[in-house]
């Protein structure tokens, strides 16, 4: 029996497993490999730090299907020269096809003490960990983002939201939050944080962290609890793997998403390169196509792949108002925060 074996259950990897799972013949097993027992929906771990949701309302079962296999386990080794997965506490795991789908942790550049006093919002388990680091912030605390880009922008809203009795900060490197996207959404989100009493500091170069200081060169900046969200990058597992790469440490792949010298090894999501910045919608669009590609060589047809479009961003500033971009078009507002909800509620009814 042939066999796809997939490395992940976020949004790349189910997509793979949903599409996949739709038009398998009956000679085919499909093996997910997953550290949960349910999916985790990351575009919404900021909610989960914050306290808004619990990590219940953000979860999504794995599907049930007879020609699917559960293993879960930590993946410690990719044999790609005997077409073999290792698992720990478990026997390898051989296949045909192999999808790698592991995505991202936190990169802290080298800072020292990052990893060491900084909390994350890069897994389930972390968020968790997070949550419980801010909900012990005593009254008037203080509370840090490093990063004001998405992801930390979107903590620091919700969590203005769920506690209004800390103070709140957003550090980062930068000229403004969310300095990537256009100005007019740049102001629309500090003058939100403006209203509501969070403070921005701009050109902000960390050098080191200890328990209770971020190190600003000689200027100590206090803090109560740092959470970290200034970059990201592939798994610990990725990062071993010999092959060629980009600048940001993702595997460099084909027009199929195949590893050039590994047939049927595929790479999406944060750990794959590509001309976009990683995202859900991304690693989602990508395991729809290495879906595309698999079901077509199981056919024996020649893969035929279109380019990827990708439909915007969304963020949320707390949960009346929220921002996003459509092609050049700034949207921001109530409007975007609407969408987003329902690209949420889109997710688990697909997911789920």
């Not at 921005?200 to 740092?226: F, W």
């Not at 279109?306 to 915007?312: D, N, P, S, V």
Request: charged fraction near 20%; include cysteine.
């Amino acid at each position: 029996m042939s066999k796809v074996v997939i490395l992940g259950g976020g949004y790349g990897g189910m997509m793979v497993v949903q599409e996949l799972l739709e038009q398998i013949p009956g000679d085919k097993e499909i093996v997910l490999v997953e550290r949960m027992p349910y999916q985790g929906l990351k575009t919404e771990y900021y909610a989960l730090a914050a306290g808004t949701v619990s990590d219940f309302e953000i979860r999504v079962n794995h599907p049930v299907h007879p020609q699917l296999r559960m293993v879960y386990g930590n993946i410690t080794d990719i044999d790609l020269d005997n077409k073999v997965v290792r698992v720990s506490n478990r026997d390898p795991i051989a296949y045909d096809s192999l999808v790698v789908a592991l995505g991202c942790t936190d990169n802290y550049h080298g800072i020292p003490g990052a990893a060491d006093y900084a909390c994350s919002i890069q897994s389930l388990s972390s968020t968790r960990r997070t949550f419980q680091q801010i909900n012990d912030i005593r009254p008037y605390g203080q509370l840090t983002i490093v990063g004001g880009g998405l992801s930390g922008v979107e903590v620091a809203a919700e969590l203005r939201e769920s506690r209004a009795d800390i103070n709140i900060r957003i550090l980062d490197r930068g000229h403004s939050v969310m300095s990537a996207f256009p100005g007019k959404l740049q102001e629309y989100v500090a003058s939100w944080f403006r209203q509501h009493d969070v403070e921005m500091r701009s050109h902000i170069g960390i050098t080191s962290l200890e328990q209770g200081v971020i190190h600003n060169g000689s200027e100590p900046i206090l803090t109560d609890v740092t959470v970290w969200t200034a970059g990201i990058q592939p798994v610990e597992l990725v990062q071993r793997m010999a092959l060629p790469k980009d600048p940001q440490g993702r595997l460099i792949v084909n027009e199929y998403h195949e590893l050039p010298d590994f047939s049927r090894v595929y790479v999406i999501g944060d750990c794959s390169s590509q001309p976009f910045s990683p995202s859900a919608q991304l690693a989602g669009a990508q395991g729809k196509q290495v879906a595309e590609v698999i079901l077509a060589r199981w056919q024996g047809k020649e893969p035929r792949l279109g380019r990827i479009k990708l439909k915007g961003v969304l963020g949320s500033l707390g949960k009346k108002a929220g921002f996003g971009l459509m092609g050049a078009t700034p949207l921001l507002g109530r409007i975007p925060r609407m969408l987003k909800s329902g690209v949420l509620w889109k997710s688990k009814r697909h997911f789920g």
